[in-house]
């Protein structure tokens, strides 16, 4: 053993890694080199860079697939669970302090062990008709009590929680824990679901977890949880936290949600839906007794006027209302009576004038008067030969001496 | 009128709505079921606001039964 206060053979990080890496750009076998393993944890990123994990037994071993290398190459497209050949070198990779295999070329080596597995199950299960569509049953409306499979631990409970409490906080949540990746999650799950189903008072169960790699969500496609559900007396929503990837258990449960805050949201009703109805109902109640209050106040205003047209006070009123156009037409009468006479005195006064000796005098005629009397004379009587007589004519006296006459 | 859960609530104001909408109910008897579908309106309302979610874990017990304990989520 090194004694480290040996100061020439303490070595800083970054010339142990520069050595290790050194050591392994010298070995010609490591540069050019087939490697074979199943294709896990793939991810690609918007540069256009893959990164994988290639799995083999016990090992594992990360591999880097840049874009101008799959551009050059002729892999097809990649996902997990692929069983391939990777051609390329590795390198140790100082920055992370790991090591990394620089992949320039993919071979396909057939279906991963996985998928297989996968397969045959899904073919098995199907022709058992636990997919069928007529199986599943529809999820009850108004749960008072809602089961959950899940790990206690796992943000995918914090976030149905949290959907459940804003949307539906009348309901009751009954979690049955459980590991929900591993080896010994498949059972778990199934032991889960079987208690609540035993315990008997959920009305739907959700099981499920959040997202995760292919090999973390594995559980969800094992045979053991596929059975649970099938037998499942609640009606099961899966949410196994993958937007497109079907596991076995979304296939027979009752309900798919592509992820927990998803199945919360499809396990309960929204309580804003109901405030909403109750407003209606508050509104139509309101509505409906104002319009009627409205027609109470029109009948009575109806009536009001029925009364005032048959009341005393307006039989006086239209009394008083006759004695108005009563005496209006008096005067009426009056007015046209006088215009009448006044007529009728200037169509007299109008004789009178024609008759008047004025008149007659402008003729020609004279008004003859004796001058010793005044008196008019109208025969030859009254004058004798000598007398003087005033002639009137219409604009003046004549002096007249009487002559010899006859009659 | 406490007593009565969301959905008999409810339910009787879908009735006093619909008895207010008869419109040969005397004068009184629409003020009865007007105030009536008022307070169950209200009480509807309060039980929505006052709800809160319930959270368990529920377990086998070693005797082999349930047992249900209140968390913290």
Redesign the interface.
């Known amino acids: 053993m090194l004694d480290y206060t040996d100061t020439a053979a303490v070595v800083s990080v970054s010339e142990l890694s520069q050595y290790i890496k050194e050591l392994l750009d010298r070995n010609d076998i490591l540069q050019n080199i087939w490697v074979h393993g199943e294709i896990s944890n793939y991810k690609t990123y918007a540069s256009g860079h893959c990164y994988f994990t290639l799995k083999e037994g016990e090992a594992q071993l990360l591999c880097v697939f840049f874009k101008h290398a799959r551009a050059r190459s002729s892999a097809p497209s990649l996902h997990d669970g692929m069983a391939v050949a990777v051609n390329g070198r590795a390198a140790y990779y100082e920055r992370d302090g790991k090591l990394q295999f620089y992949v320039d070329a993919v071979k396909l080596l057939g279906e991963g062990v996985l998928f297989q597995r996968f397969e045959q199950l899904k073919a098995q299960l199907a022709a058992e008709g636990l997919f069928d569509e007529a199986r599943k049953r529809p999820l009850p409306s108004?749960p008072a009590i809602i089961g959950i499979v899940t790990s206690?631990q796992a943000a995918a409970?914090?976030d149905m929680?949290r959907v459940?409490?804003t949307r539906?906080?009348?309901?009751?949540?009954?979690?049955?824990?459980s590991l929900v990746q591993g080896a010994e999650a498949p059972v778990a799950i199934a032991n889960a679901l079987d208690?609540?189903n035993?315990?008997g008072e959920a009305d739907v169960v959700i099981v499920g977890r959040g997202g995760g790699s292919i090999e973390e969500l594995w559980a969800f496609n094992e045979e053991v949880v596929a059975r649970a559900i099938a037998r499942s007396r609640i009606p099961v929503i899966s949410a196994v936290g993958h937007e497109t990837d079907f596991t076995i258990a979304d296939f027979v449960a009752d309900h798919r949600a592509s992820t927990p805050t998803a199945a919360a949201v499809a396990a309960v009703p929204d309580?804003e839906d109901?405030?909403g109805?109750?407003r209606e109902?508050?509104q139509?109640?309101y509505d409906?007794?104002e319009d009627?209050l409205f027609r109470?106040g029109e009948e009575l205003d109806r009536t009001k006027r029925d009364l005032h047209r048959a009341s005393p006070l307006k039989l006086i009123d239209d009394r008083r209302q006759q004695l108005d156009d009563t005496v209006e037409r008096l005067h009426e009468q009056m007015r046209h009576t006088l215009s009448l006479e006044r007529e009728r005195v200037r169509g007299v006064a109008l004789q009178l004038h024609s008759l008047s000796p004025l008149l007659t005098i402008a003729r020609g005629y004279a008004v003859v008067r004796r001058e010793r009397d005044q008196t008019i004379v109208t025969s030859v009587g009254q004058v004798q030969v000598g007398d003087t007589l005033m002639l009137q004519v219409q604009d003046g006296q004549i002096s007249v001496e009487v002559r010899p006459f006859n009659r | 009128m406490e007593s009565l859960s969301y959905e008999e609530a409810f339910t009787r104001l879908e009735e006093a709505v619909a008895a207010l909408q008869d419109g040969k109910l005397p004068l009184d008897r629409a003020m009865h079921f007007y105030q009536e579908g008022m307070k169950l309106a209200q009480h509807c309302d309060s039980l929505l606001q006052k709800a809160e979610l319930s959270v368990q874990q529920v377990s086998i017990a070693s005797d082999g039964t349930f047992n249900t304990q209140p968390i913290d989520i």
């Open positions: 108004q206690p409970l914090r929680v459940l409490r539906y906080p009348l309901a009751q949540v009954l979690l049955s824990p208690l609540l035993e315990h309580i109901w405030r109805n109750v109902l508050q139509a109640l409906t007794m009627r109470v």
